[in-house]
């Protein structure tokens, strides 16, 4: 059993520096109430994989704002002026990397694999810098596992196992970070007794997950 | 006609029934009301749906329903929802029949730059490299110039989305198939002569005997 933590003790445990996963795609399905923490709590130094720093003033955008991040790793930043003139300013590191090698080096990660050789990015500037693999005579490029120290997740329903459930578009990155961050941090919806949560309806088995959120007041 | 209206109708037609398709933000997300129900064809989006449908009406819209932009959408009945390594696996591995994305220039390669302007724009490419790497077939629509500035050009000069030369390039000119012997001038738009699309395109063309107008009825075709 998981008791559920405040966001604001959730954001306590994040040191400054540490390398965050955050789930959320556009800022739909990302931990709100905790990245709302960690600006009050004017974390520094942060690095961000995620897939994208959502808008200004919206999830990721919000850290973006408070200058609580010094290097993002994303495959899109295109809607958050912010971040493009942070990179450009120097004051933020951006590494993008195209979402689905994104999603696989993150999985990688999380599955205990060496890597992933892909197609996507050969001859272009993605490649610029990594390995390109010869299997049999046909070149492939090498992405290497993506590892975080905290995965910030959010989900529809959970149990105080932790077993998480997601809904519609709010799932995107939030499976595979769970299993590749080393503390995994979930802001569900809403939180169900033990048993409420049928098995087959759990993306996210409870073993991967170390922290609840405990859900908004009402 | 608006010239995104002859792209989108155009595009359409280009598209199989009963297929997977992923349609980019922007001018090619318009293609999708030219489709007909009938037509049978599922759209991807990146975030994660097979089977997204329109934006909702006012008031109908719900938070965790959204397109790659982040735009409220619909489901349509059968549609599945799935995680982001899912929704790459159906792009990079081949289960995507067709992605329609936005241009900036083409060359005479058939390869494609959609993604930065160094120094200027940097979005990030999201998912573009992988939609062009893994679809079935790549479908660039675009205007046929930039305020006038050709886009359909001899090299690219900006960094190139894929080194995979697309299937087809629809503009509000013409429709363009890049081949082994280069790109080939296969339609013109309605009131645009083969001499119109020449003036405004520096790649160079092959221009057969016949080049038809561009069939502009709403759907897919049977293909």
């Known amino acids: 059993m998981k008791h559920a933590i405040s966001p604001a003790a959730a954001a306590a445990l994040i040191p400054d520096g540490a ?31 995620a897939n994208d720093t959502a808008m200004p003033g919206v999830g990721i955008g919000k850290l973006i704002a408070a ?29 993008l990397v195209p979402q689905g090698t994104l999603a696989e080096r993150i999985r990688a990660a999380g599955f205990g694999l060496g890597g992933v050789l892909t197609k996507t990015g050969l001859g272009t500037v993605a490649a610029e810098g990594q390995r390109i693999i010869d299997i049999d005579g046909d070149p492939w490029l090498y992405a290497p596992p993506l590892t975080a120290d905290f995965a910030l997740l959010a989900c529809e329903r959970a149990d105080y196992n932790g077993n998480l459930s997601y809904q519609l578009t709010a799932t995107n990155f939030n499976p595979v970070m769970a299993m590749a961050g080393a503390i995994v941090i979930c802001e569900p919806r809403e939180i169900l007794p033990v048993g409420a949560v049928p098995p087959d309806a759990v993306n996210t088995p409870g073993v991967l997950v170390d922290h609840l959120i405990e859900r908004a007041s009402r | 006609m608006k010239y995104e209206e002859i792209i989108q109708r155009r595009v359409a037609r280009e598209l199989h029934p009963g297929t997977l398709v992923n349609l980019g933000i922007g001018l090619p997300t318009g293609v999708s009301q030219f489709i007909l129900p009938e037509d049978g064809i599922l759209f991807q989006s990146e975030n994660g749906i097979v089977g997204m449908g329109a934006r909702p009406p006012e008031g109908m819209e719900y938070s965790e329903l959204t397109d790659a932009g982040g735009s409220f959408v619909t489901a349509v ?85 894929s080194t995979r030369r697309v299937t087809l390039i629809v503009t509000d000119f013409a429709v363009i198939e890049p081949t082994d012997e280069g790109l080939v001038l296969r339609e013109r738009a309605p009131d645009i002569s083969v001499e119109d699309i020449l003036n405004v395109t520096t790649a160079r063309l092959i221009v057969p005997d016949h080049v038809p107008e561009m069939d502009l009825r709403a759907g897919a075709a049977a293909h």
């Open chain 1, 19 to 49: 390398i965050l996963m955050i789930g959320g795609f556009m800022g739909v399905g990302s931990p709100h109430r905790l990245i709302d923490a960690i600006v009050a709590a004017d974390k520094r130094g942060l690095t961000v994989i």
């Open chain 2, 77 to 161: 009945p059968g549609a599945a929802t799935v995680d982001s390594t899912v929704s790459f696996g159906l792009i990079r591995g081949g289960h995507l029949d067709a992605t329609v994305l936005g241009g900036l220039e083409v060359d005479e390669a058939g390869h494609l730059a959609n993604w930065m302007v160094p120094g200027r724009m940097v979005p990030g490419m999201g998912g573009a490299m992988d939609l062009v790497t893994g679809a079935r077939r790549v479908i660039v629509a675009m205007q046929h110039t930039a305020k006038g500035r050709p886009k359909i050009v001899p090299t690219c000069t900006l960094p190139l989305t």
């Open chain 1, 67 to 95: 200058r609580c991040v010094s290097r993002v790793i994303a495959s899109h930043i295109g809607l958050n002026p912010e971040t493009q003139k942070c990179m450009m300013a120097g004051e933020i590191k951006v590494e």
